[in-house]
């Protein structure tokens, strides 16, 4: 009671889902889709990687793990929804995802000639709504292009990975989620450049699963910082007259 004698409300604690306290993390109506890597998804709004948002995965180089760091994550989605695999670096090598518990049905594999096509193709996947997961190799996205890909996207409830140059760091981003990673032996070094909510300056040591798969020619080499994870990586090509063209894994 004031001297007035008029009551003082007391303040609310209540707070509007799209906006957070620069104290906490953010929390949508939607959880996350949980990392498999516990403190990981501790660090991170909605306890996991978002859905129907952007994500940013800026690397050294590819195949350090980035993929073996998704793994957890990718085998939660129903098989019935396509993980897309839209411009990667390398073919991708189908006898590791099988040996990772995913079938080669749920790999869609995308390769357009340019970087345009491949914006557009990204854009018409998260508009669609029916993947469960787009992970997609970009190297300079404008800007511009990247505030589309986030709008398509939270129409839908798709895991939106980017994966991006390390010095893409200094560049802005409308995505929500940053993190660059880089290799650490049998482990990935992930930074949180940017997230919805305090800053974090610690360092996370994510460990990766060793890879067991085993190409034609013999067993392949486990995750080093000279060599990549067989599952980032594609597996030798057969001699063969012509191209090999993208096509529906499986």
């Known amino acids: ?15 509007h889902p799209l906006l957070w306290r ?50 957890p994550a990718l085998r939660q989605l129903p098989a019935q929804r396509s993980i897309v695999l839209l411009h990667p670096p390398h073919q991708p090598s189908i006898q590791a995802w099988q040996t ?7 790999l869609l594999w995308i390769a357009p000639a340019q970087a345009a096509d491949a914006l557009w193709a990204a854009e018409q996947v998260l508009k669609q709504g029916h993947c469960g997961a787009l992970l997609y190799w970009a190297s300079r996205p404008p800007v511009i292009a990247l505030r589309r890909l986030h709008l398509a996207a939270q129409a839908g409830d798709t895991a939106f990975f980017l994966f991006r140059p390390a010095e893409s760091a200094r560049q802005a981003s409308p995505a929500p989620l940053r993190l660059l990673l880089h290799p650490a032996g049998d482990q990935l070094r992930v930074d949180i450049l940017k997230r919805r909510g305090p800053v974090h300056d610690a360092t996370l040591l994510v460990p990766l699963a060793p890879s067991r798969a085993v190409a034609a020619t013999g067993p392949v080499p486990d995750f080093s910082e000279s060599s990549h994870a067989p599952v980032d990586q594609r597996l030798p090509d057969p001699a063969q007259p012509r191209r090999a063209e993208p096509v529906l894994a499986g």
Not at 1 to 15: D, E, K, L, V
Not at 24 to 34: I, K, S, Y
Request: overall charge positive; aromatic content about 2%; hydrophobic content about 35%.
């Open 100 to 106: 990772h518990r995913l079938s080669s049905r749920q």
């Open 1 to 15: 009671m004031s001297s007035a004698g008029i009551s003082t409300p007391r303040a609310s604690t209540a707070i």
């Open 22 to 71: 620069g104290s906490q993390l953010a929390r949508n109506r939607r959880p996350g889709l949980d990392t498999g890597h516990a403190e990981l998804s501790r660090q991170l709004p909605d306890g996991g990687w978002p859905l129907g948002s952007l994500t940013e995965l800026l690397l050294p180089r590819p195949g350090i793990g980035e993929i073996r760091l998704l793994l």
